[in-house]
């Protein structure tokens, strides 16, 4: 059974940086597109960053991160455990939110930063930006 566990959020103020961490487990024989997603108070659940686990390709960045976060995957080999990173700099309070690593076993998507597109989600884990 494929699972995700994220890890690495936590308080910083405006202009730090994070970097997040989503452990995949779970035996896949073919890669597949990851990605984060957040969640702010009130809002809808929006596409962040996704990468497609065939040696990083297939990158997407939403509007709103691009230039400072980065999306990248831990090239290891071991199949049975992928993991992918989520580097933000320059966090704003505007990115606080709970972040949310999400999978699909489809490929390709309908579109890669649409939350319906995937079924497999962690936990998520905060990220507070003070001002």
């Known amino acids: 059974q494929v699972q995700l566990v994220e890890s690495g959020g936590g308080s910083v103020p405006a202009g730090g940086s994070l970097t997040l961490s989503c452990e995949r487990t779970?035996?896949?024989?073919?890669?597949?597109?990851m990605a984060w997603f957040r969640q702010r108070p009130g809002m809808q659940r929006e596409g962040v960053a996704t990468?497609?686990?065939?040696?990083?390709?297939?990158?997407?960045?939403?509007?709103s991160v691009k230039g400072r976060f980065t999306i990248s995957q831990d090239l290891s080999g071991d199949k049975t455990r992928t993991k992918i990173y989520l580097q933000m700099n320059n966090l704003q309070s505007d990115d606080t939110a709970m972040y949310y690593c999400?999978?699909?076993?489809?490929?390709?998507?309908?579109?890669?930063?649409?939350?319906?597109?995937?079924?497999?989600w962690g936990q998520g884990t905060q990220v507070t930006v003070s001002s």
């Open positions: 990468i497609y686990t065939a040696r990083g390709h297939n990158i997407h960045y939403a509007d």
């Open positions: 999400a999978t699909d076993l489809s490929f390709p998507l309908r579109s890669w930063l649409r939350a319906e597109e995937y079924s497999i």
């Open positions: 779970g035996y896949i024989s073919a890669p597949v597109q």
